[in-house]
């Protein structure tokens, strides 16, 4: 029976999505095309953002079984048709023997489209996507269902696959609080609501040695805007918030680092984009905590509470 077996290889499962650009997506390659390459990175970028590890070391461990890496194929063929024109639509499709894992890029997929997107500037306002399916169910929903999935793998993984020498530790950081996920949505009112990322795991995020998601604000909108939010992330604007919440002799050029920085290179902690679901227009924002360069560190320590006034004020702004 084992060699009658032996001889039929697993089906494969297919999964396609089409992809339609809410917002202009800009790719900076030789055929202005987004990729399978591109596609996964995305997505390997905010599983990081998303889920915390107890160590990079274990997130590469885990990472590395989802994605691959130079030793290990991934268990998933990417594949992108009709990118010839990115801001109408496109299709992305899934491609794997494994239908857990499968699962797995699916749902990711559903979350870079509700905090993240594809090409430049991403992070503030470009590159924003829609998935096409009708999911019938509104955008709080289906990121409860998405998060709740992936860490019901992640556990799995721990517990029967990933191989540790240190058996006592916990690797993976789990959503203690899943199951409350309406505990951890605050109304804010003016159709806004917050997400305190802290609350669901039951574990502050400083406690993780890599960025991740602190919070999410999600305000329902009639339109996309990105020229609004053009306006509001331009650097004046900025000065005109430090000036209403700095203490004397508190230097703007100083605290603009906050939000990122090209020498040294440090990425803004502040991620502005669109999403869609059900017909409903979404402004998303997601605040992960600040990692800053060391030389930046240095320069503002002791005035943590000048840095979060200051960030806090610029979301409330992006939000009215």
Request: glycine fraction near 4%; proline fraction near 2%.
């Amino acid at each position: 029976m084992s060699q009658a077996l032996s001889k039929h290889k697993p089906k494969y499962i297919e999964k396609e999505y089409n992809i339609e650009g809410i917002t202009e997506i800009k790719i900076n390659n030789a055929n202005k095309n987004i990729n399978s390459f591109s596609i996964r990175g995305v997505m390997r970028y905010y599983f990081r953002r998303i889920f915390r590890f107890n160590s990079i070391k274990y997130l590469s461990k885990f990472e590395s079984h989802i994605f691959g890496n130079t030793e290990k194929k991934s268990p998933v063929k990417i594949i992108v048709e009709n990118n010839d024109n990115l801001n109408k639509s496109f299709i992305i499709k899934f491609i794997s023997y494994d239908n857990q894992v499968i699962n797995v890029y699916e749902n990711l997929l559903i979350l870079v489209s509700i905090v993240g997107g594809f090409g430049n500037r991403s992070r503030r306002g470009k590159g924003a996507f829609k998935i096409t399916q009708d999911f019938n169910i509104d955008l709080k929903t289906q990121l409860h269902q998405s998060l709740r999935y992936i860490d019901d793998y992640l556990n799995c993984l721990e517990k029967n696959v990933l191989e540790f020498k240190n058996k006592k530790e916990k690797k993976y950081i789990n959503f203690d609080n899943i199951e409350n996920f309406k505990e951890a949505v605050k109304e804010k009112g003016n159709n806004i609501n917050t997400i305190n990322f802290d609350d669901l795991y039951k574990t502050s995020s400083k406690k993780v040695k890599y960025p991740t998601i602190r919070k999410l604000h999600i305000k329902k909108i009639t339109e996309f805007s990105e020229i609004e939010i053009n306006e509001l992330i331009k650097k004046n604007n900025k000065k005109r918030i430090f000036n209403n919440v700095k203490s004397k002799n508190e230097n703007f050029e100083d605290y603009i680092h906050v939000f990122g920085t090209i020498k040294p290179r440090f990425a803004s902690p502040i991620i502005i984009t669109f999403s869609e679901f059900n017909n409903q227009k979404y402004l998303v924002i997601t605040e992960l905590d600040i990692f800053l360069p060391d030389d930046i560190e240095n320069k503002l320590k002791g005035h943590e509470k000048t840095i979060t006034l200051f960030k806090d004020r610029f979301v409330e702004e992006v939000l009215r």
